[in-house]
Protein backbone atom coordinates (compact mmCIF):
# COMPACT_ATOMS: atom_id res chain seq x y z
CA UNK A 1 0.00 0.00 0.00
CA UNK A 2 1.62 3.43 -1.16
CA UNK A 3 1.22 6.40 0.34
CA UNK A 4 0.12 7.94 -3.59
CA UNK A 5 -3.30 6.36 -3.17
CA UNK A 6 -2.45 3.79 -6.10
CA UNK A 7 -4.14 0.72 -4.31
CA UNK A 8 -5.87 -2.39 -5.15
CA UNK A 9 -9.44 -1.71 -3.87
CA UNK A 10 -12.64 -2.47 -4.90
CA UNK A 11 -13.95 0.46 -6.90
CA UNK A 12 -17.47 -1.74 -6.44
CA UNK A 13 -16.89 -0.90 -2.59
CA UNK A 14 -17.05 3.00 -2.74
CA UNK A 15 -20.48 3.40 -4.95
CA UNK A 16 -21.97 6.30 -1.86
CA UNK A 17 -18.42 7.84 -2.03
CA UNK A 18 -17.87 7.99 -6.16
CA UNK A 19 -21.47 8.94 -6.12
CA UNK A 20 -20.89 11.72 -3.40
CA UNK A 21 -17.64 13.18 -6.08
CA UNK A 22 -20.58 13.18 -8.77
CA UNK A 23 -22.71 14.88 -6.96
CA UNK A 24 -19.74 17.73 -6.36
CA UNK A 25 -18.39 17.96 -9.77
CA UNK A 26 -21.80 18.30 -11.17
CA UNK A 27 -22.10 21.22 -9.07
CA UNK A 28 -19.05 22.69 -9.51
CA UNK A 29 -17.39 23.33 -12.64
CA UNK A 30 -15.12 20.13 -13.55
CA UNK A 31 -11.92 21.64 -13.57
CA UNK A 32 -12.18 22.24 -10.22
CA UNK A 33 -8.97 21.41 -8.65
CA UNK A 34 -10.19 20.74 -5.21
CA UNK A 35 -12.26 18.45 -6.33
CA UNK A 36 -10.00 16.71 -8.48
CA UNK A 37 -8.05 16.39 -5.53
CA UNK A 38 -9.89 14.90 -3.54
CA UNK A 39 -11.56 12.59 -6.23
CA UNK A 40 -7.86 11.19 -7.20
CA UNK A 41 -7.14 10.17 -3.68
CA UNK A 42 -10.92 8.70 -2.45
CA UNK A 43 -9.96 5.39 -2.68
CA UNK A 44 -6.82 5.10 -0.61
CA UNK A 45 -9.30 7.57 1.79
CA UNK A 46 -11.97 5.05 1.77
CA UNK A 47 -9.50 2.30 2.41
CA UNK A 48 -8.08 3.86 5.38
CA UNK A 49 -11.37 5.11 7.12
CA UNK A 50 -11.94 1.10 6.87
CA UNK A 51 -8.99 -0.35 8.24
CA UNK A 52 -9.40 2.12 10.92
CA UNK A 53 -13.35 1.21 11.72
CA UNK A 54 -13.54 -1.78 10.14
CA UNK A 55 -16.77 -0.57 8.61
CA UNK A 56 -17.51 0.35 4.70
CA UNK A 57 -20.49 2.58 5.74
CA UNK A 58 -18.77 4.09 8.54
CA UNK A 59 -15.57 4.86 5.92
CA UNK A 60 -18.23 6.45 3.62
CA UNK A 61 -19.52 8.88 6.65
CA UNK A 62 -15.98 10.04 7.16
CA UNK A 63 -15.30 10.87 3.64
CA UNK A 64 -17.90 13.01 3.56
CA UNK A 65 -17.03 14.99 5.76
CA UNK A 66 -13.57 15.50 5.30
CA UNK A 67 -14.83 16.73 1.87
CA UNK A 68 -17.01 19.08 3.52
CA UNK A 69 -13.80 20.35 5.64
CA UNK A 70 -11.84 19.94 2.06
CA UNK A 71 -13.67 22.33 0.54
CA UNK A 72 -14.26 24.83 3.31
CA UNK A 73 -9.95 25.14 3.19
CA UNK A 74 -9.55 28.61 1.95
CA UNK A 75 -6.02 28.46 1.91
CA UNK A 76 -3.44 26.87 -0.52
CA UNK A 77 -2.14 22.93 0.06
CA UNK A 78 0.70 22.08 -1.03
CA UNK A 79 0.52 18.47 -0.69
CA UNK A 80 -3.38 17.36 -0.45
CA UNK A 81 -2.74 14.10 0.06
CA UNK A 82 -0.64 14.36 3.24
CA UNK A 83 -3.30 17.06 4.60
CA UNK A 84 -7.05 14.76 3.58
CA UNK A 85 -5.00 11.77 5.28
CA UNK A 86 -4.53 14.16 8.16
CA UNK A 87 -8.45 14.81 8.37
CA UNK A 88 -9.27 11.32 8.00
CA UNK A 89 -7.78 9.97 10.03
CA UNK A 90 -8.61 12.82 12.67
CA UNK A 91 -11.81 12.02 12.14
CA UNK A 92 -11.84 8.10 12.61
CA UNK A 93 -10.60 8.77 15.60
CA UNK A 94 -13.17 11.09 17.14
CA UNK A 95 -15.60 7.94 15.40
CA UNK A 96 -13.87 5.40 17.49
CA UNK A 97 -14.66 6.14 20.90
CA UNK A 98 -18.40 6.02 20.44
CA UNK A 99 -17.61 2.61 18.36
CA UNK A 100 -15.81 0.93 20.74
CA UNK A 101 -18.48 1.66 23.54
CA UNK A 102 -21.16 0.22 20.84
CA UNK A 103 -19.14 -3.07 20.75
CA UNK A 104 -18.85 -3.56 24.20
CA UNK A 105 -22.64 -4.61 24.10
CA UNK A 106 -22.16 -6.10 20.68
CA UNK A 107 -24.20 -9.29 20.59
CA UNK A 108 -21.64 -12.55 20.03
CA UNK A 109 -18.39 -12.00 18.51
CA UNK A 110 -17.75 -9.06 16.38
CA UNK A 111 -16.32 -8.88 13.12
CA UNK A 112 -15.71 -6.32 10.35
CA UNK A 113 -17.54 -5.36 7.91
CA UNK A 114 -16.73 -8.05 4.65
CA UNK A 115 -14.08 -6.16 2.23
CA UNK A 116 -14.60 -7.55 -1.20
CA UNK A 117 -11.11 -7.67 -3.10
CA UNK A 118 -11.85 -7.62 -7.15
CA UNK A 119 -12.34 -11.02 -8.76
CA UNK A 120 -10.29 -10.27 -11.40
CA UNK A 121 -6.62 -9.95 -10.48
CA UNK A 122 -4.42 -13.07 -10.61
CA UNK A 123 -1.65 -11.80 -8.07
CA UNK A 124 -0.99 -13.91 -5.10
CA UNK A 125 -3.02 -12.91 -1.79
CA UNK A 126 -0.11 -10.76 -0.17
CA UNK A 127 -1.72 -7.92 1.29
CA UNK A 128 -0.63 -7.06 4.89
CA UNK A 129 -4.08 -6.54 6.14
CA UNK A 130 -5.84 -9.27 6.52
CA UNK A 131 -9.20 -10.62 8.77
CA UNK A 132 -7.11 -11.90 11.03
CA UNK A 133 -4.86 -8.49 11.42
CA UNK A 134 -8.23 -6.52 11.17
CA UNK A 135 -8.74 -8.38 14.88
CA UNK A 136 -5.90 -8.07 16.27
CA UNK A 137 -5.35 -4.38 15.25
CA UNK A 138 -8.98 -3.79 17.66
CA UNK A 139 -6.76 -4.63 20.82
CA UNK A 140 -5.06 -1.74 19.88
CA UNK A 141 -5.82 1.59 21.67
CA UNK A 142 -7.05 4.21 18.85
CA UNK A 143 -3.67 6.07 18.57
CA UNK A 144 -1.69 2.87 18.37
CA UNK A 145 -3.89 1.63 15.31
CA UNK A 146 -3.85 4.87 13.56
CA UNK A 147 0.01 4.96 13.63
CA UNK A 148 1.07 1.25 12.96
CA UNK A 149 -1.55 1.58 9.44
CA UNK A 150 -0.16 5.09 8.65
CA UNK A 151 3.57 4.04 9.00
CA UNK A 152 3.30 0.02 8.32
CA UNK A 153 0.54 -0.43 5.88
CA UNK A 154 0.69 3.19 3.90
CA UNK A 155 4.84 4.11 4.08
CA UNK A 156 3.87 7.36 5.40
CA UNK A 157 7.02 8.84 7.09
CA UNK A 158 7.18 9.27 10.70
CA UNK A 159 7.41 12.56 11.12
CA UNK A 160 4.22 12.81 8.82
CA UNK A 161 2.53 10.57 10.91
CA UNK A 162 3.59 12.99 14.39
CA UNK A 163 2.59 16.14 12.49
CA UNK A 164 -1.30 13.86 12.03
CA UNK A 165 -1.40 12.42 15.12
CA UNK A 166 -0.66 15.80 17.07
CA UNK A 167 2.38 13.40 18.94
CA UNK A 168 6.48 14.33 18.90
CA UNK A 169 8.16 11.57 16.04
CA UNK A 170 9.49 9.82 19.60
CA UNK A 171 5.79 8.97 20.50
CA UNK A 172 4.61 8.14 17.56
CA UNK A 173 7.33 5.75 16.91
CA UNK A 174 6.71 3.96 20.48
CA UNK A 175 2.98 3.51 19.27
CA UNK A 176 3.56 2.12 16.00
CA UNK A 177 6.34 -0.18 17.86
CA UNK A 178 4.06 -0.89 20.61
CA UNK A 179 1.12 -1.92 17.88
CA UNK A 180 3.82 -4.01 15.25
CA UNK A 181 4.81 -5.83 18.60
CA UNK A 182 1.15 -6.25 19.94
CA UNK A 183 -0.03 -7.69 16.01
CA UNK A 184 3.40 -9.12 14.82
CA UNK A 185 1.28 -12.78 15.00
CA UNK A 186 -1.58 -12.00 13.03
CA UNK A 187 0.19 -10.83 9.70
CA UNK A 188 0.44 -13.00 6.75
CA UNK A 189 3.84 -15.31 6.68
CA UNK A 190 3.18 -16.59 2.96
CA UNK A 191 1.51 -15.81 0.29
CA UNK A 192 -1.39 -18.36 -1.66
CA UNK A 193 -1.71 -18.01 -5.07
CA UNK A 194 -5.31 -17.74 -6.64
CA UNK A 195 -6.01 -21.19 -7.90
CA UNK A 196 -4.98 -22.88 -4.34
CA UNK A 197 -7.44 -20.10 -2.65
CA UNK A 198 -10.37 -21.08 -4.34
CA UNK A 199 -9.21 -25.14 -4.03
CA UNK A 200 -9.11 -24.98 -0.21
CA UNK A 201 -12.16 -22.52 -0.09
CA UNK A 202 -14.33 -25.20 -2.37
CA UNK A 203 -13.02 -28.02 -0.49
CA UNK A 204 -14.15 -26.61 3.16
CA UNK A 205 -17.83 -25.53 1.42
CA UNK A 206 -18.36 -28.88 0.63
CA UNK A 207 -17.10 -30.59 3.45
CA UNK A 208 -18.31 -28.67 6.16
CA UNK A 209 -21.58 -28.73 3.98
CA UNK A 210 -21.51 -32.32 4.16
CA UNK A 211 -20.31 -32.80 7.65
CA UNK A 212 -17.78 -34.63 6.43
CA UNK A 213 -15.72 -35.80 9.09
CA UNK A 214 -12.28 -37.18 7.37
CA UNK A 215 -12.51 -34.15 4.67
CA UNK A 216 -12.81 -31.51 7.42
CA UNK A 217 -9.85 -32.70 9.68
CA UNK A 218 -7.54 -32.88 6.52
CA UNK A 219 -8.58 -29.30 6.32
CA UNK A 220 -8.54 -27.84 9.91
CA UNK A 221 -5.72 -27.14 11.89
CA UNK A 222 -5.66 -28.63 16.18
CA UNK A 223 -6.17 -25.25 17.43
CA UNK A 224 -9.16 -23.94 14.61
CA UNK A 225 -11.39 -21.17 15.74
CA UNK A 226 -14.63 -20.11 14.29
CA UNK A 227 -15.70 -16.65 14.47
CA UNK A 228 -19.76 -15.88 13.44
CA UNK A 229 -21.00 -12.71 13.75
CA UNK A 230 -24.93 -12.53 13.22
CA UNK A 231 -25.08 -9.07 15.58
CA UNK A 232 -27.95 -9.98 17.18
CA UNK A 233 -29.81 -10.37 14.23
CA UNK A 234 -29.54 -13.82 12.95
CA UNK A 235 -28.68 -16.79 14.47
CA UNK A 236 -25.15 -17.33 15.32
CA UNK A 237 -22.59 -18.89 17.79
CA UNK A 238 -22.69 -16.48 20.38
CA UNK A 239 -19.27 -17.01 21.39
CA UNK A 240 -15.85 -18.19 19.41
CA UNK A 241 -15.70 -22.06 18.76
CA UNK A 242 -12.21 -23.12 19.66
CA UNK A 243 -10.17 -25.98 18.75
CA UNK A 244 -11.04 -29.37 16.27
CA UNK A 245 -13.48 -32.07 18.18
CA UNK A 246 -15.44 -28.49 19.11
CA UNK A 247 -15.44 -27.72 15.03
CA UNK A 248 -15.99 -30.84 13.94
CA UNK A 249 -19.13 -31.54 16.93
CA UNK A 250 -20.51 -28.30 15.00
CA UNK A 251 -20.17 -28.90 11.27
CA UNK A 252 -21.54 -32.54 11.94
CA UNK A 253 -24.26 -31.21 14.08
CA UNK A 254 -25.19 -28.85 11.83
CA UNK A 255 -25.29 -31.25 8.80
CA UNK A 256 -27.64 -33.50 10.88
CA UNK A 257 -30.19 -30.36 11.82
CA UNK A 258 -30.65 -28.64 8.51
CA UNK A 259 -33.45 -28.31 6.68
CA UNK A 260 -31.89 -27.59 3.19
CA UNK A 261 -28.27 -27.86 2.84
CA UNK A 262 -26.14 -24.69 2.48
CA UNK A 263 -25.65 -22.92 -0.78
CA UNK A 264 -22.21 -21.51 -2.58
CA UNK A 265 -22.62 -18.78 -4.42
CA UNK A 266 -19.01 -18.09 -5.76
CA UNK A 267 -15.85 -18.21 -3.88
CA UNK A 268 -14.01 -14.60 -3.00
CA UNK A 269 -11.28 -12.85 -1.55
CA UNK A 270 -12.63 -11.39 1.45
CA UNK A 271 -10.44 -9.20 3.67
CA UNK A 272 -7.22 -10.60 1.68
CA UNK A 273 -8.68 -14.34 2.44
CA UNK A 274 -9.91 -17.02 0.39
CA UNK A 275 -13.25 -17.30 1.34
CA UNK A 276 -17.01 -17.37 -0.40
CA UNK A 277 -20.71 -15.98 -0.46
CA UNK A 278 -23.33 -18.56 0.43
CA UNK A 279 -26.65 -18.76 1.35
CA UNK A 280 -26.70 -21.09 4.85
CA UNK A 281 -29.50 -23.92 5.99
CA UNK A 282 -31.69 -20.93 6.49
CA UNK A 283 -31.35 -19.50 2.83
CA UNK A 284 -29.40 -16.14 4.68
CA UNK A 285 -26.67 -14.63 2.91
CA UNK A 286 -23.38 -15.25 4.75
CA UNK A 287 -19.69 -14.80 4.07
CA UNK A 288 -17.19 -16.91 4.81
CA UNK A 289 -13.00 -15.94 5.03
CA UNK A 290 -10.64 -18.37 5.86
CA UNK A 291 -7.26 -17.99 7.20
CA UNK A 292 -4.87 -20.55 6.46
CA UNK A 293 -1.50 -21.05 7.91
CA UNK A 294 1.05 -24.43 6.97
CA UNK A 295 -1.71 -25.45 4.32
CA UNK A 296 -4.69 -26.02 7.31
CA UNK A 297 -7.55 -23.61 8.02
CA UNK A 298 -6.95 -22.33 11.63
CA UNK A 299 -9.77 -19.35 11.60
CA UNK A 300 -13.33 -19.01 10.02
CA UNK A 301 -14.77 -15.91 9.92
CA UNK A 302 -18.43 -15.88 9.17
CA UNK A 303 -20.21 -12.98 9.12
CA UNK A 304 -24.06 -13.28 8.90
CA UNK A 305 -25.31 -9.60 10.57
CA UNK A 306 -27.53 -8.29 7.36
CA UNK A 307 -26.89 -4.97 8.11
CA UNK A 308 -22.84 -5.52 7.54
CA UNK A 309 -23.87 -7.38 3.68
CA UNK A 310 -25.58 -5.09 2.00
CA UNK A 311 -23.04 -4.69 -0.66
CA UNK A 312 -22.51 -7.94 -1.22
CA UNK A 313 -24.08 -9.12 -4.48
CA UNK A 314 -26.79 -11.77 -3.79
CA UNK A 315 -26.22 -13.89 -7.55
CA UNK A 316 -24.46 -16.77 -8.34
CA UNK A 317 -21.29 -16.72 -9.80
CA UNK A 318 -18.35 -18.36 -11.47
Not at 115 to 127: I, K, Q
Not at 163 to 176: I, S
Not at 268 to 275: D, K, R
Not at 302 to 308: H, L
Request: aromatic share 6%.
Amino acid sequence: MRQDGRNDTNPALSTRTSAMAIEVEAATPRCDQRTQEFTLERERLLCLGYRMLGSISEAEDVLQDAWLRWAGVEAEVRTPAAYLTRIVTRLCLDRMKSARACREVYVGPWLPEPWMDPTDREEPFTDDVTGTLMLALERLSPLERAAFLLHDVFDIPLAEVAVTLDRQPAAVRQLAARARKNVQHARPRYSLDAAEADRIARAFFAASRDGDVAALSALLASDVEIHSDGGGKVLAFRNVIRGLQSALRLFVSARRKAAAPPALLRTATIGGLPGYVGLDQNGKLQTTALAIRDGKIFAIYIVKNPDKLTRIEHSHGR
